[in-house]
């Protein structure tokens, strides 16, 4: 009975995140996290246009809020607004970014597409990107198509540091899948490797007196 409770709850919360995402539409929202405190339903929006999920003096909010009640039976959903302030390192955006663009251009102008997002966030500090499509691109027999720069761990403890999610197009060719994985700068790398500047010019220097220090000796020793 327990697991299929459990069961039960996990539904329930992956149908409240699709929803929220239905209703505020793709490309505005990355995460969606649920809490739950004595007062009620805690739900985090993270999003880099917090302005277009509010609404007019909060109404999107508000009419959320009523649906989620009503669809749902939770009794105080809170919504808080989570704003992302770099949007380049996130992987979610990015996809639905891509996703909206074929959706709006055609698969036609899949590489343009996925070389100027690869090329923004590659321009915004990322240390390595990945972007996987999937599809009848361009022609009429499915085919997947990699686009990558930088350096982007797969496997070991540093590869959970990579953020990755993926996004659907819906074209007139049929359903493109949109995978993006995004290596912030931001992270902790055990095996990354900075180089000290300041110690090899040093270094330089010292190898550069050296000869004239060694003269200055044997002439000293002949006196």
Known sequence: MEERNVIQFKKKEFAIREFIKKMLEKGKISKVGIEYTPVGEKIIISTHKPGLIIGRKGEKI???????????????????????????FDAQINADEIALGLERFGPLKFKVIAYRTLQRIISAGALGVEIVLSGKL??????????????LKKTGDSAKLVDRAQSRAQTKPGTIGVKVSILSPH????????????????????????????EKKTKEKKK
């Open 187 to 214: 992270v902790n790398l055990k095996d990354r490797i900075k180089i000290n500047e300041e110690l090899i010019n040093e270094l330089k220097n010292n190898s550069e007196e050296e000869p004239e220090i060694m």
């Open 62 to 88: 508000e009419e959320l809020t009523r649906n989620l009640k009503t669809n749902f039976k939770l009794e105080n959903p809170n919504i808080e607004i989570n704003e992302i302030m770099e949007p380049e």
């Open 138 to 151: 361009p022609g009429r027999r499915a085919k997947t198509w990699r686009f990558a720069k930088g350096y």
